[in-house]
């Protein structure tokens, strides 16, 4: 059974959503994984924003503007009483959900709790319009069977343990629907994969059904060799291996979730990336294989610390770096790029919750620089470094480029820089002129 997921957009309007219906009813069974509607996430976590702050009132106006515009979604996207009628209940009780958390203690849960109610609102929409369709779709609550662990990290073994009994019991529908993002922690309280989760959700079912394709459909067409918000001439991209994208994901490709890839390439299930405006084009399917071509695309990523930690001790002191890889391991914090010499060390994060005590600590171990918006920019291919003189050809795009850290040589796929923010697009341009739009 092949696995599809609709994103925000796809799903963004009751046209949107009667678009998905005509295109998954073929009559084949499929599972199909939804995104909350388009803007939703964001509102609510506004809400929740203004709820941590004890803004009472103003969570209220949002909440009741978000409500009027769901009302507004049911009356366009049905047509009989009955369906509408339905459609008002799950509105109903879903923002009775959300009204619940604005008197009284307002915490994590709370907040978790209000972010599902996008995806549980969207799900339970769309199977009500299968239906009133004549189209025979069941809807598979992902709180029965989407698991993340103490680390948060998915739990794929339970996931596929619980799936099974759960698909069972739905009986031999022909279009499974549920909700991406959601899942339920260690502490069986609800929670979700990060923003943009959704992507993840369908590839972990994915794997845990053994599926024979995990489909993303957004509403562009697949990966591009370069970012086209920023650089003109971009080229789609056919083809890429798991690596291959899950660097260019890792590293700011906004069209698929970093985590992806990583439960599909475990079961060697193929992803491929549709777009529901133009859905016969069959765009970016990401296999075991990559088809060979050297440098194939660039990926930037924003909003990045660097710190360079010069060590207090002498040369040749040995358990200087695993001091402070030990710090940012404490804090549970991952490192993206690394470069050293005897005395330093540089490394980047994404995640700056808690910079703060991550620099109180390291603080011990030496001088420690901070630099904040940086950019990585991350250039993916199948990189057969020693033969091709690439690294001259990337450097000799960058000339002139103020280039505060280098990491090449890591793995065959891959070779980063570090720019400050405010050379990205200059940067982006350079690679695209110079690199991945040359003949020479
Ligand atoms: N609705 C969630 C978000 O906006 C998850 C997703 O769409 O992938 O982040
Ligand atoms: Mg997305």
Same mark, same amino acid.
């Given at each position: ?9 796809? =799903? ?32 609510? &976590? ?29 009356? /366009? ?27 009284? #203690?307002?915490?994590? &849960? ?14 339970? @929409? ?32 339970? #996931? ?48 845990? #059904? ?16 370069n970012d086209?918000r920023f650089v003109e001439?971009?080229?789609?991209? /056919? ?49 075991? %294989?990559? /088809?060979?071509? %050297? +440098?194939?695309?660039v990926?930037a990523?924003d ?34 790029? $690394?470069?050293?010499? %005897? ?5 980047? +994060? ?12 390291? %603080? ?5 620089? =901070?630099?904040?918006?940086?950019t990585?920019v991350?250039?993916?291919?199948? $990189? ?13 795009? @960058?000339?002139?480029i ?17 720019v400050p923010t405010t050379h990205k697009k200059v940067t982006l341009q350079a690679i695209s002129d ?7």
């Amino acid at each position: 059974m092949k696995v599809l997921k609709f994103g925000g957009t796809s =799903v963004g309007s009751p046209e949107n959503m009667r678009a998905v219906m005509e295109l998954i009813a073929d009559g084949e069974q499929k599972l199909v994984v939804l995104s909350a509607m388009s803007g939703t996430t964001n509102a609510l &976590v506004e809400i929740s924003n203004y709820l941590h702050k004890k803004n009472k009132d103003t969570a209220c106006v949002h909440i009741g503007s978000l409500e009027a515009k769901y009302k507004k979604v049911i009356n /366009d996207l049905f047509t009989s009483d009955e369906s509408k009628k339905k459609g008002v209940q799950i509105i109903k009780s879903s923002f009775e959900t959300i009204r619940s958390f604005t008197s009284g #203690i307002f915490n994590e &849960v709370g907040e978790n709790t209000i972010l599902a109610q996008g995806e549980l609102i969207s799900t339970q @929409l769309f199977t009500e319009f299968m239906h009133e369709n004549g189209h025979d779709a069941k809807l598979l609550p992902a709180l029965d069977f989407m698991l993340i662990d103490e680390d948060k990290s998915a739990d794929l073994p339970q #996931i596929r343990k619980k799936i099974q009994p759960v698909i069972e019991a739905a009986g031999d529908a022909t279009y499974f629907i549920t909700q991406g993002f959601i899942c339920v922690n260690a502490n069986g309280d609800i929670d979700n994969l990060q923003r943009g989760g959704s992507d993840y959700t369908a590839s972990l079912i994915g794997a845990a #059904i053994d599926s024979e394709e995990i489909q993303i459909w957004t509403d562009i067409d697949g990966f591009h060799n370069n970012d086209p918000r920023f650089v003109e001439n971009t080229r789609k991209i /056919d083809q890429l291996s798991f690596t291959e994208a899950a660097e260019l994901a890792y590293f700011g490709a906004k069209i698929l979730h970093p985590q992806t890839v990583l439960p599909a390439r475990v079961q060697n299930i193929p992803v491929r990336l549709k777009n529901t405006m133009n859905p016969s084009d069959s765009r970016t399917l990401i296999t075991e %294989e990559s /088809d060979g071509t %050297e +440098i194939k695309a660039v990926a930037a990523k924003d909003c990045i610390d660097t710190t360079k930690t010069r060590s207090g001790r002498m040369l040749m002191a040995y358990g200087f770096l695993k001091n402070v890889f030990g710090v940012f391991e404490k804090y549970k914090t991952p490192i993206d790029m $690394i470069t050293t010499s %005897e005395v330093a060390i540089s490394l980047t +994060i994404d995640n700056t919750k808690y910079l703060k005590e991550i620099l109180e600590e390291i %603080e011990v171990f030496g001088n420690v620089q =901070v630099d904040s918006e940086m950019t990585i920019v991350c250039i993916v291919g199948d $990189i057969i470094s020693e033969e091709k003189g690439f690294a001259s050809k990337v450097f000799n795009a @960058l000339d002139g480029i103020p280039i505060r850290m280098i990491s090449y040589g890591g793995s065959r796929f891959n070779i980063s820089v570090l720019v400050p923010t405010t050379h990205k697009k200059v940067t982006l341009q350079a690679i695209s002129d110079k690199v991945l739009n040359s003949n020479s």
